[in-house]
Nanobody, 125 residues
């Protein structure tokens, strides 16, 4: 079992930055593919970024160039640095861990086994 806890969300003005953290406990997450998803009211949960165990990363078009994922396996923590935030980035952000290590997988929420409780990010215009 892996328990994930996100933190770092909040209210920020458009153009601002936030850094989300996701701390894992229970077992090391280094063998897992890690992803950040978000869900806005009335919308489906969508992939923001996925980082495979081997180091490859995929960003959704909507965040590429503005968001950066990083993982610290020694601290069992994954981060999402979000810059140049826009009102449309407003959502609950979730980190998740997937056992799939191939880059052909882990784009879909159903590929993830463990989820955090989410942290709210609100970007005002």
């Amino acid at each position: 079992q892996v328990q994930l806890v996100e933190s770092g969300g909040g209210l920020v003005q458009a153009g601002g930055s936030l850094r989300l953290s996701c701390a894992a406990s229970g077992r090391t997450f280094s063998p897992y593919t890690l992803g950040w998803f978000r869900q806005a009211p009335g919308k489906e949960r969508e992939l923001v970024v996925v980082n495979w165990r081997g180091g490859s990363t995929y960003y959704a078009d909507s965040v590429r160039g503005r968001f950066t994922i990083s993982r610290d396996n020694a601290k069992n923590t994954v981060y999402l640095q979000m810059n140049s935030l826009k009102p449309e980035d407003t959502a609950v952000y979730y980190c998740a861990a997937s056992p799939f290590t191939s880059s052909t997988r882990a784009y879909d929420p159903h590929d993830y086994t463990y989820w955090g409780q989410g942290t709210q990010v609100t970007v005002s215009s």
